[in-house]
Structure formats: structure tokens, C-alpha cells
């Protein structure tokens, strides 16, 4: 069967909607424990559960894409669009950041001055994957778009193994891409892990470069299941080419470790690889055999899944930010009064991560029951 342009895939849907969940559950993890392993980051170079979130949505938007480009019936019209969508994602996740615009600052508040604002950020490399990406895949054809994103990966590499001070240990403060982070966004714009004096940006901008090919394997991935249909050769075809993409970033790992953090080549091959298979997975279980026991909840956070994640991330926020008591925030407070004398230790910090992700899915639930959408 041939896919037509008119065609739903309830499995693209329910991947971006997976997506979004696990975003908050690894966002928003509990206190008083330490933070239950497989919701952690890496240290450095690794991988973890939690480092395929990020470049999941990265795909998502790329899968997006398959299916929006086609609208644009001109040039202008396609420019005005993605210049549009970038701009208010790029802006959307500055003030993101700079929320709540004020801080504590002994027994009164402070005014957050504009000088210390993170730049870069998470819906930041969002916006900028997204628009090199839209321009990729409108003006250059299918082989093109593959061989550039194969030069940006292996780019990336020289550029970090020729311009690297320590040459192949790729440390953290070392790298030229923390080196151009500094020179061109400024120390004080920067990401300071836990407010420390240490300025690294996990989304900077050359590590840019690596994360548009993850939208560009979303996009590559959206449209050969559109052109091949729901089909037992669509779903063995991603099972092939995902193993294929995890075996090449398994091998090239040997000499270009991977990592989220620096955003390695060999970190997007693997990410696209493991994405690749679970959409093949979702295909079979979904489209095929019309498993859909549970894709109801995804979908719900996958029709509005800028704003729930906007929402779960400014709640959190706040939550973080009001205190109980002195010195003690009402995130703190919750944890320490409830989840961990529950379940304490690590899995309590599971349990409220899961049972916050429940709530963001609740107003995700309200807005969907009332037809409320909210796209850019």
C-alpha cells in the first residue's frame, strides 16, 4: 500500500506525546535522595535513559516536518512560517529562563538582571535545529540533505580533534566549543551547573551543528513511512537502518566518545538509531496490529506538547521558588513531608517525578476536552 499525503500515523503521534512525558519526568525529578539513576544525565561521556529525551523531540520535529512541508506553496510563505515559529521558540525559551525575573536576595527580592540570562537553552537549540533544518529539507533534495548532514558530523569531529586544547580528551571547559560559547554569548550567559562558578553550555552553539542532523533523522524517517505506508517492510526497514545508525555510533565511539553534553556525532548517530527502532516498534504495535491500549495518554500530551512542556517546566519553577519556611522551598517541603517518608530514598524521587508528570498530563487532558490547541 501506498502512504497518501492525507494519511494520519496515530504512531508519530503517540512518539512525540511519549516524548513530552518523559521530558517531565526527567526535568522534574524529587528531592531529599539522591536522583534515581536512570533519570540522570551522564556525567560526561555515557549515555543513559535520560539522555535520549532531548534528541527524541529533536526527531519529533523532524517527523513534523515530513508532514508540513508540503503546505508551502511559496517561498516566501515557507520563510515567513519557519522564521515566525523560530523566533517565538528561541524567545519562549529565553524568558523561559529568566523566569520567575526575580530572586531571593536576603529577607526581600531582587530584580533578575537582563546581564546574567542564560541565552541558549533547551527550546533555544530547538528553534535553531528546527530552522536549519525546515531549510534543508525545503530547498535540497533527499540525497543532498543526507550527504550535508553526513559533513556536519564529521565536521564536527575535526573541528573539535583539530581546534580541542587537550586534542581527544574532549574535557569539559577544554573544548573549543565551550572556547566560542564564551567568546560569543559571554560567561554570565551561560549555564552554571547548581549556580556554581563554572560556566559550560550543554546547548551551545556549536554543538548545534550534531543536533540539526537528529531533525534531519526525524524528517528522513516521517517520510519514508509516509511513502511506504503501514507495512510490515516500513517497520523492518526502521528496524534495519536504527541497528545499522547504533552499530556505526558503537564503532565510531571507539575513537569519538559518546556524549549528550558535548553532544558528540556519535551520540546523534545513536539517539537516531534507538528512535528509529522505537517508532518501528510503535508502527507494528499501532498501525499494524492495532494495539492501542495507552496511546489515549500520550496523545493527549502530544496535541499540545510546546505548551505542557512550557508549563511543566514554569511550575516547577515556581514551586521551587515559594517557600514553606525559611530557607526551604515548597518543592523541598513536599518531598521531605511526603514522598520520602512514603518512599524513601532514590524511588522517591521516581514517585514524585511521575506523579508531577500526572499533573501536567491533567491540564493536558482539560485543554484537549475543551479543543484547546495551542501551536505556533
Not at 155 to 174: K, S
Request: proline fraction near 3%; hydrophobic fraction near 55%; aromatic fraction near 16%.
Amino acid at each position: 500500500m501506498t502512504a497518501t499525503t492525507s494519511q494520519r500515523f496515530t504512531a508519530l503521534d503517540v512518539f512525540r506525546g511519549l516524548t513530552i512525558c518523559f521530558m517531565i519526568i526527567v526535568n522534574a525529578p524529587g528531592s531529599g535522595a539522591a536522583v534515581w539513576s536512570p533519570l540522570d544525565h551522564a556525567q560526561w561521556f555515557g549515555f543513559t535513559p535520560t539522555d535520549l529525551v532531548f534528541p527524541s523531540f529533536l526527531f519529533a520535529v523532524g517527523n513534523a516536518l515530513s508532514f508540513s512541508k508540503k503546505r508551502y506553496e511559496t517561498d516566501a510563505v515557507f520563510f515567513g512560517k519557519v522564521i515566525k515559529r523560530t523566533l517565538i521558540i528561541f524567545l519562549l525559551g529565553y524568558l523561559m529562563y529568566w523566569f520567575p525575573f526575580m530572586h531571593r536576595d536576603g529577607g526581600g527580592w531582587a530584580f533578575n538582571p537582563v546581564a546574567n540570562t542564560r541565552v541558549m537553552g533547551v527550546l533555544q537549540r530547538i528553534a535553531l535545529c528546527y530552522f536549519f533544518g525546515a531549510l534543508m529539507v525545503h530547498y535540497f533534495s533527499q540525497r543532498a540533505v543526507i550527504i550535508i548532514s553526513v559533513i556536519l558530523l564529521l565536521a564536527y569531529w575535526v573541528i573539535l580533534l583539530v581546534f580541542g586544547i587537550t586534542g581527544a580528551e574532549f574535557t569539559m571547559l577544554d573544548n573549543v566549543g565551550t572556547k566560542l560559547d564564551i567568546l560569543l554569548i559571554g560567561d554570565s550567559h551561560m549555564y552554571h551547573d547548581k549556580g556554581g562558578p563554572v560556566a559550560f553550555e550543554p546547548e551551545g552553539l556549536l554543538g548545534t551543528l550534531p543536533s540539526i542532523v537528529n531533525v534531519i533523522g526525524g524528517y528522513l524517517a516521517g517520510a519514508f513511512i509516509q511513502r511506504k505506508g503501514k507495512n510490515y517492510e516500513a517497520v523492518a526497514k526502521l528496524f534495519i537502518f536504527g541497528a545499522l545508525f547504533i552499530c556505526v555510533a558503537l564503532f565510531w565511539g571507539q575513537f569519538f566518545p559518546i556524549g549528550k553534553k558535548l553532544w558528540t556525532s556519535t551520540f546523534t548517530l545513536l539517539t537516531i538509531g534507538i528512535d528509529m527502532a522505537i517508532l518501528g516498534f510503535l508502527l507494528y504495535a499501532i498501525e499494524i496490529k492495532n494495539l492501542n491500549l495507552g496511546t489515549n495518554f500520550f496523545l493527549t500530551f502530544g496535541r499540545n506538547p510546546l505548551a505542557i512542556y512550557l508549563l511543566s517546566e514554569l511550575l516547577f519553577t515556581i514551586i521551587i521558588t515559594i517557600w514553606v519556611q525559611p530557607g526551604v522551598s515548597l518543592y523541598e517541603w513536599i518531598n521531605r513531608v511526603l514522598f520520602q517518608q512514603i518512599f524513601p530514598g532514590s524511588f522517591g524521587t521516581l514517585v514524585f517525578a511521575i506523579c508531577y508528570m500526572l499533573l501536567c498530563w491533567l491540564v493536558a487532558y482539560v485543554l484537549d476536552k475543551r479543543k484547546i490547541y495551542i501551536k505556533i
